[in-house]
């Protein structure tokens, strides 16, 4: 599996704390099945990470994870807020390229207000030749209660991740049911991780894989649109689960 949403870098926002704490999220993550990961620090006022210290974090930890033998591929990006991407130039904006493919930006929803301006935001980035990558929508209360406001950045061209926390339980009922409304409405097209440390928002793409249910959405959501945006290929066609009806009711089940 492929995860593009992790807090993997030390020091750098409320993520890893320091070097034990990164090792034993990429240590979590190879045990979960997951094979690449991006490193997503926050980009926002409180933790304004520059693209330097992202890229010289990558490099840093990326050969303590050799060293250590661990069997896990890291990659660049970032989250970024949208305030920060109305301050930054489009070309330090590509440097937060998410799995270092500057035609993709994870951006990040706040949990509380739904931003007005975030369509435009998302043209804004597509003008530019960028794409947006809508994380973790399913825990803004407002999404909860009417997710046509991700069908509206959809159609403007955006893609939507939401994290495998949400799916399988983990960050409470409300975003769990959110997160599968979007998928049985063939609105995500991605689960990432979001982790942050041991205890915190841990891994786990292998649980939200048992939450969907379907192995070939799973799959699709996990391992091949992720790898499209890696590899910079085409994205691969959504999978219809078989007894559609069916799946849907489940994943909707309360």
Known sequence: MIDLHSHILPG???????L???LDIARAAAADGISVIAATPHVREDYPT???AMENGVRQLRAEIEREGI????????EVSIEQIDRLSNDELRRFGLGGNPKYLLVETPYSAWPLCFGEIVHRLGVAGMTAVIAHPERNGAVQADNEKVAELARAGALIQVTAASLDGRLGSRARNCARDLIAAELADMVGSDAHMAGV???GLSGACKAIGDPQLA???TELVPGAIVRGGDFPTRPTPKGRRGFFACLRGR
């Open 12 to 18: 750098l926002d409320d993520g890893a704390r320091d």
């Open 20 to 22: 034990d704490d990164a």
């Open 50 to 52: 520059t693209a330097d």
């Open 71 to 78: 069997d896990l591929e890291l990659l660049p990006g970032g």
């Open 201 to 203: 928002r841990e891994v």
């Open 219 to 221: 799959r699709w959501l």
